[in-house]
């Protein structure tokens, strides 16, 4: 039974969400900037915005609902303009920490494509280095606090996930020089080369560099690109021991969830929106979509492979959504599907986990124990940099904070 709704104070509630232990797995760095952020660097770069000021960006630009995807997805032009730089992805990346952190949140997974931000100035190794040297700053800074060094609160940590792009185009300088590099080559065919390449400088720096870099992750247009075409490049990574998180039913069906576990050794999904749409299987051999639905549903908890969830961001992008009840997360939770609430793009979206957990529990008939499980699991299902038994470690510090925090508290106590 959803609790939240007979509670005689949601706003101390909400307060109590914003003090509890929270991971986000599934958050976008380009689409996390602070808009005072956006307009100094374009003051400094020169760049052209449709306004310099905040209220006019939210305006024309960063909306509370958009259109259609493709306006959405208009955003991160102005994002990947101001992160062209070392110490701009540096600021961006720390104030990104800051911001997460000042809501509870302890854990994070921040993902982005390297390839786009390649130029003049920067190779592979700087951008990764400079995002990770802002995520590094923020982190030291507020594990400094004598709660968390007496051991009475858990630590913030974070790793980064690389994301491969399904399709390219001349988006950045790097880019650029790999189209032209091969003339004679298909779209589909510079798009996966692009994507090895990137899966190689990944293990590198992990490796030889030690970068906490957590995850790979294929990002981008998912019809007309299926993920088996990224097989190889997922295969190098899964044999480099690496842990993989796919978007895939955000946009498609079914058999594109199912190909990215299969295929691309998917540990997590991204989205999975499109999970129970029997009108988006394709595949003329499945005559009963029915059921093939409901043994993917049991193949995906049988595994625990998890969904990275994200209301907002679903609701913005698609338009055909009625209300936030009406999203496929409810018969996640009725199928016993290993989810858990996250973000994607702050900024973009407008929004904070805090909120994506309040939007839950006010629209989906959620108990104490099934919200504590979508918490507990972002941390368990967390692609933690660390040592597994320092993980565990972790993880039990968060949930007995977790537990001290909500004890005795309506609609969040177990007792």
């Known amino acids: 039974m959803n609790r939240i709704g007979k509670l005689k104070n949601p706003q101390e509630f909400e307060q109590i969400i914003r003090k509890i232990p929270k991971s986000d797995l ?15 660097i374009s003051k400094k770069e020169k760049l052209n915005l449709p306004s310099y000021t905040v209220d006019g960006l939210n305006d024309t630009v960063f909306k509370d609902k958009y259109d259609s995807l493709e306006e959405y997805l208009a955003t991160f032009g102005y ?23 000042a809501e509870g949140v302890r854990y994070i997974e921040v993902r982005f494509a390297p390839q786009l931000h390649i130029n003049k100035q920067m190779d592979l190794k700087t951008v990764l ?17 004598t709660a968390i060094k007496d051991g009475s609160e858990p630590p913030f940590f974070y790793g ?10 001349p988006w950045s300088d790097y880019y650029k020089g790999f189209i032209d590099t091969f003339p004679y080559s298909d779209i589909n065919d510079i ?40 097989w190889e490049t997922f295969q190098f990574v899964h044999e480099s021991f690496m842990a993989k998180t796919v978007h895939a039913g955000e946009a498609y069906g079914p058999e594109s969830i199912f190909q990215a576990i299969t295929e691309l050794h998917a540990d ?37 492979t998890t969904i990275e969830v994200c209301l907002t961001s679903n609701m913005q992008t698609n338009p055909s959504i009625p209300d936030v009840s009406d999203h496929t997360f409810g018969k996640m939770i ?8 996250c973000t994607d793009n702050r900024t973009v979206s407008k929004t904070d986990l805090t909120q994506e957990i309040m939007l839950a529990v006010n629209h989906f008939p959620l108990s104490p124990k099934t919200l504590k499980n979508c918490i507990v699991y972002g941390f368990k299902r967390s692609f933690f940099p660390g040592a597994y038994s320092e993980k565990r470690k972790y993880v039990r510090q968060c949930l007995d904070y977790y537990e001290k925090i909500t004890e005795g508290v309506e609609g969040l106590s177990l007792s």
């Open 26 to 40: 599934h958050l976008h760095l380009d689409g996390s900037l602070r808009l005072e952020t956006i307009i100094d």
């Open 79 to 101: 994002a990947g303009a101001v992160m062209q730089k070392p110490e701009y992805l540096e600021q961006i990346a720390y104030e990104l920490a800051r911001d997460v952190q």
């Open 129 to 145: 280095e400079s995002v990770n040297s802002g995520l590094e700053r923020a982190q030291t800074e507020f594990n400094r606090q």
């Open 160 to 169: 980064i996930i690389v994301c491969a792009m399904r399709f390219l185009g």
């Open 191 to 230: 798009c996966r080369m692009a994507a090895l390449e990137l899966a190689k400088g990944t293990i590198r720096m992990r490796d030889d560099h030690g970068i906490p870099i957590a995850g790979f992750d294929l990002a981008g247009a998912e019809a007309g690109y299926p993920a088996s075409h990224f």
């Open 268 to 304: 997590r999904i991204g989205h999975g929106y499109y999970l129970f749409d029997e009108s988006k299987i394709g595949n003329p051999k499945i005559k009963d979509k029915k059921k093939y639905i409901s043994d993917l549903c049991q193949f995906i908890a049988g595994r625990r």
């Open 334 to 341: 009725q199928n016993n599907l290993s989810v858990t609430l």
